[in-house]
């Protein structure tokens, strides 16, 4: 068979398997998960708000009953970003859903199998990447939770390893590391927690593998995928301190969601929710090949251990340190996820961020992965089978698993929607005090005073514009939630936001002016000081990264000319 044959016979067998793994999502129907279809609003809204002059979007601008939410400064962009262009295709949500599911469900495939193919351990690249498809914590996401950032980040994180390790080896060929500056800023856009965990993972292998071949490529990489992020970032974290988070349970008491060690490792797969205390009806088990995986990896970790200490001369990277690597970052993230680690949690309450640490277990299942793939490739024929055995058990329990309801609607529905598309609108800003939202309508209302609104010109979710005639000094509310960014202009000059008496709606006053009507305009914009640092940043990062293409392209055509 020719290698342009074996090439596409394997991308073939690798589709089958990924189509299989996120099976649960080839139906008319959707599946109920816990986020599944707050994505959905999202991604409306996100294309809404684009649509209505918001670049980029930061104010969701029909969720919320129509009162809108700033949750678009705040969570991971990336997947909206990759819905925007079948959106504008007239695509449906829900298979939009679909979509980003498979992409990335494959590039994570195709990255296992590639890392492994151009690696000591070829002979495990199909068990990892089999195991990469149907780990117990991936059946989570796609049965039960539905969380596109975290499948995002699973898919990204061994197409990004791929990258490094090629760019490394290949350090005459720039075209890697300008690769690897696209999959940093991708990464870190998407998912907050994950995005930041997977690039430091990332960051570690490049110091370490760049020790003794360092070069200026690698260093821009980082710097300008870092900085094409900054435009979401830099806000998300200055902004931060104007919502409620950092008083909610969620981001305060994460210790309540500590799991047992029988939870962690034989838990079965089953639809649930995580509430805080003991009991949990969502199952975390890690699955019987990834325990049989776990105490070969904690038995390999402490004979490395052993041999290092004795400093044997046969002490190697391919039999002490990466097992070594592998098992110290697994114990820590399970130690993490389990009740044994209730004092840490409670010493350093910085940690509450994560919000659920089982969430940990998704490193964990990566790195079992990794594992896998290099202990397959080592072992003998028994021990493979032994593999194979449970490797398929696996397989068939995910395969097997059913979603606990299913749904469609047309895509009005997801466009206003009574959901912030928050779990406990914990991005809230700290000014909204509204305890029953009032029937929203696309109108400005008289809160205090005698005044007419004259005339509406444009309304929509990010931008109005319309007449206001004050016989007397006047209050005029807006049913939107008040955000930083927001700009009210009244006959072209700025004027003050009324961020106090109104409970934290759109509000500004008007002085009496009896037959002269004030022209109003309010929208959303970008002026903050850290939308307007980050953007700034991240166009020059953009501009950059061309730049540095081109200059690269242009050597290498002056090269081939001699």
Avoid at 247 to 261: E, G, Y
Avoid at 350 to 361: D, M, N
Wanted: proline share 4%; glycine share 6%; net charge positive.
């Amino acid at each position: 068979m020719k290698t342009w044959q074996r090439h596409f016979l394997s991308l073939l067998i690798l589709l089958g398997f990924v189509f299989l793994a996120c099976s649960v999502y080839w139906s008319d129907r959707f599946p109920y998960t816990h986020d599944g279809e707050n994505h959905l609003i999202r991604f409306v809204n996100y294309l809404a708000a684009i649509r209505e002059g918001q670049w980029p979007p930061r104010f969701a601008p029909y969720v919320f009953s129509g009162y809108g939410f700033p949750v678009f400064v705040f969570n991971y962009p990336l997947a909206n970003l990759m819905a925007l262009p079948l959106l504008l295709l007239k695509l449906h949500p829900e298979t939009v859903f679909r979509f980003e599911v498979a992409l990335a469900l494959f590039l994570g495939a195709w990255g296992t199998l590639a890392f492994f193919k151009q690696s000591e351990w070829k002979q495990g690249a199909w068990f990892a990447t089999l195991l990469y498809l149907f780990s117990s914590y991936l059946a989570n996401l796609l049965f039960f939770r539905g969380s596109i950032g975290e499948i995002w980040s699973y898919g990204l994180a061994p197409v990004g390893l791929y990258v490094i390790t090629r760019a490394l080896r290949e350090k005459t060929k720039k075209w890697w590391w300008f690769l690897f500056a696209l999959l940093v800023a991708a990464m870190l856009l998407s998912h907050n927690l994950f995005g930041l965990m997977f690039a430091l993972v990332w960051l570690v292998i490049t110091v370490i593998g760049g020790r003794q071949t360092f070069t200026w490529n690698m260093v821009m990489a980082w710097v300008l995928g870092i900085g094409l992020s900054i435009w979401f970032w830099l806000p998300a974290l200055g902004e931060l301190s104007q919502t409620v988070l950092q008083h909610d349970n969620l981001a305060t008491q994460a210790s309540l969601n500590l799991l047992s060690i029988s939870q962690i490792l034989f838990s079965p797969l089953k639809f649930g929710f995580s509430r805080s205390g003991p009991l949990d009806s969502l199952g975390f088990g890690l699955g019987s090949v990834f325990v049989f995986l776990l105490i070969i990896l904690l038995s390999v970790s402490g004979q490395a251990i052993w041999s290092l200490l004795r400093k044997k001369q046969e002490v190697t990277q391919e039999n002490a340190y990466l097992p070594l690597i592998a098992g110290l970052g697994v114990f820590i993230t399970i130690w993490l996820s389990s009740t044994w680690s209730q004092g840490v949690w409670q010493a350093f309450p910085a940690l509450s961020i994560l919000q659920f640490p089982w969430r940990l277990l998704l490193p964990t299942t990566f790195l079992l992965v990794l594992f896998g793939g290099w202990f397959y490739s080592q072992t003998s024929k028994m021990w493979r089978v032994m593999l194979i055995v449970l490797l398929f058990i696996q397989m068939v329990s995910v395969i097997s698993l059913k979603p606990a309801d299913r749904f469609t609607h047309e895509t009005a529905y997801y466009l206003v929607n009574a959901s912030s598309t928050l779990t406990r609108n914990e991005n809230r800003p700290a000014t909204f005090q509204v305890a029953i939202l009032p029937n929203w309508e696309p109108r400005p209302q008289i809160a205090t005073g005698e005044g007419i609104i004259k005339e509406t010109i444009l309304w929509t979710g990010s931008r109005r514009e319309y007449q206001v005639e004050a016989l007397s000094d006047v209050v005029v509310v807006e049913p939107t939630v008040y955000f930083s960014g927001w700009r009210i202009t009244a006959d072209e000059a700025i004027i003050a936001i009324d961020t106090e008496t109104q409970e934290g709606l759109l509000a500004f006053h008007l002085k009496a002016r009896p037959g002269q009507p004030y022209h109003m305009s309010s929208r959303t914009t970008e002026n903050t000081l850290y939308r307007q640092i980050g953007d700034g940043v991240s166009l020059l990062s953009l501009m950059g990264w061309v730049v540095w293409v081109m200059l690269a392209w242009k050597k290498q055509k002056e090269f081939i000319k001699k």
